[in-house]
Every structure is written in C-alpha cells, then in structure tokens.
C-alpha cells in the first residue's frame, strides 16, 4: 500500500532554472534584470551592463510571460528517453529579454509555425524529478490561445 503526503507536507516545487522564481502559491515567474540607467534587459547575472557600460546599475525586473517566436528548430533526435519530434525555440519577450525553450501544444512541422508568433510561457511541472525527492517546474512556449 502506497502513502501519499498530505498537502502540507509536500514538498514545494524547486525552480528548474536561476533565473526562475516560485511564488509561495506555487506559480512560477521570470526574473532577470534590468539596467536603470538605460533599460536594457538582460536574463544572466551580471554586475554591469554591456549596453551602456553602466556599473551597479542593475535592478531586479520581472520578465513577461508573453512575446514572439524568433526562431525554432524541429528536434528529430535527442539523448535517449527523451521523446522526439520536438520544438525549440528561441522567443523575445515582450518588454525585453530572450529565452530558449521549448515550444508545446503545436504540430512539430515547420509549415505549422510561423517566425513572429505570439506566444506565452506555460509553467508545468517537470516530468522528472531528483534522487532526493525534488520536484521542479519548469517553463515552456505555446502559441497563444493554443489549446492546453
């Protein structure tokens, strides 16, 4: 017989990359940085800015969860276990920033997407978790208005 945790004990879900954040509801969010002297945006962690120079000029910025697909490539072979066809994807998020992921809830065929269309991140639990236990979420394209 298998014992499930109650809620309170479950373990909350890790952010599966740096630059994510976990609200304490549980809702994942992009965090980067902006430059205050000149609003560039960047995702890494840096302590001046390579646009204007600016040193110290760097200020915690909440990324968009929505932009425009700029690139892609329809992945045919992967490491082992992981399935294919799949989408990666290059995206410029609206107000500053630009992310690799993957591209869900759309037809891997390169006729089906289209260069500049809209898209928004979706927040999911990892397929995966950690020899310790861990869970993480993780971040994801879709089309918008795409059926989830």
Not at 11 to 26: E, I, R, T
Request: positive net charge; glycine residues 8%.
């Amino acid at each position: 017989m298998s014992e499930t945790k109650p809620a309170s004990e479950a373990k909350p879900l890790l952010p599966v990359v740096d630059y994510m954040q976990v609200a304490a509801n549980g809702e994942g969010f992009l965090q980067g940085l902006k430059c205050s002297k000149c609003d560039a945006v960047y995702i890494d962690t840096r302590v001046h800015c390579a646009k204007c120079a600016a040193r110290n000029s760097m200020q915690p910025y909440r990324l968009a969860n929505t932009g425009k697909l700029f690139a892609f490539t329809v992945v045919q072979r992967s490491y082992p276990g992981i399935p294919v066809p799949f989408v990666s994807a290059i995206v410029d998020l609206d107000g500053g920033g630009t992310l690799k992921g993957n591209l869900i809830n759309v037809d891997p065929d390169p006729t089906k997407i289209k260069s500049g269309m809209p898209v928004e991140l979706i927040y999911k639990q990892a397929p995966w978790g950690d020899e310790k236990g861990n869970n993480y979420l993780m971040f994801y394209f879709s089309p918008v208005g795409a059926k989830k």
